[in-house]
C-alpha cells in the first residue's frame, strides 16, 4: 500500500493534527462498501457535500464527545456513492475543526477512489478533553453529543458531568435529604425531566443539575432521550 501524510500543523502554541492519506488500491474498497452497509448510525455519518464548516463541526462536536465516530464524504443518505467535488472539502473539515471547533479537534482523513469517484473517509476519536464547542452562526459555542444517527445539543447536565469529570479528585457521595428525595422521586415514577424534578421537589436548578451529574457519574442514574427530550431515571 502506497500512502503520503500531512504533517501536522502548528500555529501558536497549540498544535493541530490532522493526517491524509490516499488509498491507491482498489483492495479497500470492500472495507468502504461494508461501511456503506452499516448506514448511519452512533459512530458513521454520511455526507453528500461540505459546504458549511459550521454546520460540519457539530458532528466534529458530537463525535468526539461521544464515542467517536466517521465520516464518509461523497456518499448520499441513501448511501449511493456521489464523489466530492473539489479538494476544497477538506480544507472545509479542516477548517471546521481548527476553526470552528473548541478545543480543537485532531482528525484523520482518508481518500478512496470508488466508482471512478473520490470520497473522503474522516475518523475522528472521543476527546479527552470534554466538552468540545462548535461555534455556531451567531458566533455562540455549542456543545453537542450523538445520539443513534442524530446530532443533539447536550444539556447542561452533560455539562456538569463534564465539569465534575475534569475537577474530580475523589470525593464521598454523601446520603442527605436531597440525595434521598432524589432517589424516592426515581422509584416512584420511572423517568423524570429536569423541569419537573425541580418543579415538584422545589429544588434549585442549578442544585438538582449537579445532584443527577453527580448520580449519572456513579453509574445510579442514566439519562434516556425520548421523542426529543432528555429524561432521569434510575439505572
Keep these: 500500500m502506497k500512502y503520503r501524510t500531512k504533517n501536522p500543523l502548528?500555529?501558536?502554541?497549540?498544535?493541530?493534527?490532522?493526517?491524509f492519506v490516499h488509498m491507491k488500491m482498489n483492495s479497500h474498497n470492500d472495507y468502504i462498501y461494508r461501511l456503506i452497509a452499516e448506514g448511519e448510525h452512533q459512530q458513521q455519518d454520511f455526507k453528500f457535500e461540505i459546504s458549511d464548516a459550521?454546520?460540519?463541526?457539530?458532528?466534529?462536536?458530537a463525535f468526539s464527545n461521544t464515542d467517536g465516530g466517521r465520516?464518509?464524504?461523497g456518499v448520499k443518505d441513501n448511501g449511493r456513492i456521489s464523489g466530492i467535488k473539489s479538494d476544497e472539502e477538506i480544507y472545509m473539515i479542516e477548517?471546521?475543526?481548527?476553526?470552528?471547533?473548541?478545543?480543537?479537534?485532531?482528525?484523520?482523513a482518508k481518500e478512496f477512489i470508488m466508482e471512478g469517484r473520490t470520497i473522503l473517509l474522516i475518523e475522528i476519536e472521543t476527546?479527552?478533553?470534554?466538552?468540545?464547542?462548535?461555534?455556531?452562526?451567531?458566533?455562540?459555542?455549542?456543545?453537542?453529543?450523538?445520539?443513534k444517527d442524530e446530532n443533539i445539543l447536550a444539556t447542561p447536565i452533560h455539562l456538569r458531568?463534564?465539569?465534575?469529570?475534569?475537577?474530580?479528585?475523589?470525593?464521598?457521595?454523601?446520603?442527605?435529604?436531597?440525595?434521598?428525595?432524589?432517589?424516592?422521586?426515581l422509584q416512584n415514577?420511572?423517568?423524570?425531566?429536569?423541569?419537573?424534578?425541580?418543579r415538584k421537589t422545589k429544588t434549585g436548578r442549578r442544585a438538582a443539575e449537579n445532584l443527577l451529574a453527580k448520580f449519572i457519574r456513579y453509574d445510579i442514574v442514566e439519562t434516556v432521550?425520548?421523542?426529543?427530550?432528555?429524561?432521569?431515571?434510575?439505572?
Design 225 to 235: 432521550f425520548d421523542e426529543h427530550k432528555f429524561y432521569f431515571r434510575l439505572k
Design 127 to 147: 476527546s479527552n478533553e470534554k466538552p468540545v464547542f462548535a461555534k455556531d452562526e451567531n458566533n455562540r459555542y455549542l456543545a453537542y453529543i450523538r445520539i
Design 95 to 108: 477548517a471546521a475543526a481548527k476553526l470552528y471547533c473548541s478545543p480543537k479537534i485532531d482528525f484523520v
Design 71 to 73: 465520516l464518509l464524504v
Design 10 to 19: 502548528v500555529k501558536g502554541s497549540s498544535a493541530f493534527l490532522c493526517i
Design 161 to 185: 458531568v463534564w465539569e465534575q469529570e475534569r475537577n474530580d479528585d475523589g470525593e464521598w457521595l454523601e446520603y442527605t435529604v436531597k440525595e434521598q428525595l432524589l432517589l424516592e422521586s
Design 54 to 61: 459550521r454546520k460540519i463541526a457539530k458532528t466534529l462536536s
Design 189 to 198: 415514577e420511572p423517568q423524570w425531566s429536569l423541569n419537573r424534578y425541580c
